[in-house]
């Protein structure tokens, strides 16, 4: 079992930055793939980035490339989600979620572990 914990949420205005925070505790090793989802309100969970802890790659959403980077620090294992330019279609709950096994996916249906959310809001 893989227990996350998200955090570093919160209200900014468009054009701002905010950077979230996955904490990872319980069963961790380098093979998982970890990743960030967002849903906003009356709309479906979507991807907006993921990695593959052992170094296999990032993979972004369309919509966040170039503005949101997924980053890890190995020794806290800790997960990052840095959000810059932010807009307000960005705003909705951030969710961060994990896989066994090296998987490369953004179907969230493939993800074993979730925590809880954390909500972003962008005011304009």
């Known amino acids: 079992q893989v227990q996350l914990v998200e955090s570093g949420g919160g209200l900014v205005q468009s054009g701002g930055s905010l950077r979230l925070s996955c904490a990872a505790s319980?069963?961790?090793?380098?093979?998982?793939?970890v990743a960030w989802f967002r849903q906003a309100p009356g709309k479906e969970r979507e991807f907006v980035a993921s990695f593959i802890w052992s170094g296999g790659g990032t993979y972004y959403a369309d919509s966040v490339k170039a503005r949101f980077t997924i980053s890890r620090d190995n020794a806290k294992n800790t997960v990052y989600l840095q959000m810059n330019s932010l807009k307000p279609e960005d705003t909705a709950a951030y969710y961060c979620?994990?896989?066994?096994?090296?998987?490369?996916?953004?179907?969230?249906?493939?993800?074993?572990?979730w925590g809880q959310g954390t909500q972003v809001t962008v005011s304009s």
């Open positions: 319980g069963r961790t090793s380098s093979r998982y793939t």
């Open positions: 979620a994990a896989v066994y096994n090296n998987i490369v996916s953004k179907r969230e249906t493939d993800y074993s572990y």
